[in-house]
């Protein structure tokens, strides 16, 4: 490679640091600049000085910029490691731009400034988290006030006290005064649309999660890694693996005793060219299981290139994932116990049942099939004595962990439909 390549490489790494703390501490100067013009220097909540809707604006913007502060700080401190462990020498000096932009009281300031941010907002989360409890139960029940992106929807106290005062009076004359406001039917209208965007948007992204793995795994094998296999592959030796040859064996023997029967069955005498046809049907059976064999190393690759599109675009559309999963609780967690229930047993009835066991057998053999690996049966029944049992653990925690704290009456129900 060019040595240019390289300096243009280290340049960039070098730089990495100083780019990232100039993002997150822009940033920070976003959120006060909107805390000086429109919140008079306080931090961005509710108050009565702004409407629901306004409040939303700032408040998405807010979240925005601090997700914004959060990967660039954290790309900040691990770009800053790699790049002093790629310059450790005391020797060697750092680039000309490095040193002159990476003052240190510079870097300090930023600093300050961006966890005083972090700071004030973490530190007002926690205290309306403590004076205004959830009630994850509540949450389920009023589906279009939860906003996936919201850093702190305790801000809004109207709905705090609300959640607190549920199912009582002051709850009910609360809505009635609420439903005589003349913003009311504005508010519903934007939360209903607010609803439908994300609803929109979880279902398209779960919709690429889908297709575009599956298109990268197909187009990749057809037009990528079988080219590379039959252009490298240029053995005229065929290898085959040891399952592969008794398949082969197999699939011979059965040949042969067609080849007899139908002789016998006619009452002729052996055809001389039954040593040419058995000869002929060797060689394919050969080049069939060879190829088999192949088709395992490009499922294997086209795969990977698939799963990596997956991490790809769970990564980069990580506020998609969000929202993606905040449609799923809704519609989860939106549904009645006994349905929770019986979905949750069926799940999990189907991977750690006492029955499930032909079913990772088949799963198994039919993975090895495909990347063209043996179907060892020791190795297939140690996974299913040890791995359904590690995930019925895994289940049961999670219903007794996360369950219980969203819907302690569906776990109730689960018990007693268990018993």
């Excluded at 993002?23 to 429109?38: G, P, R, S, V």
């Excluded at 490009?298 to 799963?307: I, V």
């Excluded at 979905?343 to 090895?368: P, Q, R």
Aim: hydrophobic share 40%.
């Amino acid at each position: 490679m060019h040595p240019n390549v390289f300096n243009h490489i280290n340049q960039w790494i070098v730089k990495t640091p100083l780019r990232s703390l100039s993002e997150a501490y822009n940033a920070a100067l976003a959120i006060q600049a909107i805390e000086e013009k429109h919140f008079v220097g306080r931090a961005i909540a509710k108050d009565s000085n702004h409407t629901d809707a306004t409040f939303r604006y700032f408040r998405d913007k807010r979240d925005s910029y601090l997700q914004v502060i959060r990967v660039r700080l954290a790309e900040f401190r691990s770009s800053s490691l790699i790049s002093n462990l790629l310059h450790a020498s005391p020797d060697k000096s750092l680039p000309g731009e490095m040193s002159q932009d990476s003052d240190e009281s510079t870097i300090l300031e930023k600093l300050n400034l961006i966890e005083s941010v972090l700071a004030r907002y973490e530190i007002q989360r926690q205290l309306e988290a403590t004076v205004f409890p959830r009630k994850q139960d509540q949450q389920v029940s009023q589906p279009f006030q939860e906003a996936p992106f919201d850093f702190d929807e305790t801000f809004n106290q109207t709905d705090s006290l609300q959640r607190i005062r549920s199912g009582s009076v002051f709850d009910t004359a609360n809505q009635i005064k609420k439903e005589l406001t003349p913003e009311y039917e504005r508010e519903v209208l934007y939360e209903l649309r607010t609803a439908r965007k994300r609803t929109i948007r979880a279902s398209r992204f779960l919709i690429l999660l889908i297709v575009i793995p599956l298109m990268v795994q197909f187009a990749g094998k057809s037009l990528l890694i079988e080219p590379l296999i039959h252009q490298f592959n240029h053995s005229p030796q065929i290898m085959l693996t040891g399952e592969a040859k008794q398949r082969a064996v197999h699939d011979l023997a059965q040949f042969k005793e067609s080849l007899e029967f139908d002789t016998l069955a006619n009452d002729s005498h052996q055809s001389p060219n039954s040593e040419q046809l058995l000869k002929a049907e060797a060689h394919r059976l050969q080049e069939r299981y060879s190829e088999e064999s192949t088709e395992g190393i490009k499922n294997l690759m086209a795969d990977g290139l698939a799963f990596v599109t997956f991490i790809a675009l769970m990564y980069f559309g990580r506020q998609q994932v969000v929202v993606l999963k905040s449609l799923i609780d809704r519609v989860f967690f939106g549904l009645n116990d006994a349905t929770k229930v019986f979905l949750i047993i069926l799940f999990t009835d189907m991977f750690v049942g006492y029955h499930s066991s032909h079913g990772w057998e088949v799963l198994l053999e039919g993975i090895a099939e495909h990347f063209g690996l043996p179907s060892d049966r020791n190795a297939i029944f140690l996974f299913i004595a040890t791995v359904p049992v590690m995930l019925d653990a895994t289940f049961k925690y999670l219903i007794f962990n996360y369950l219980t704290r969203k819907s302690p009456s569906a776990v109730a129900v689960y018990r007693t439909m268990n018993e």
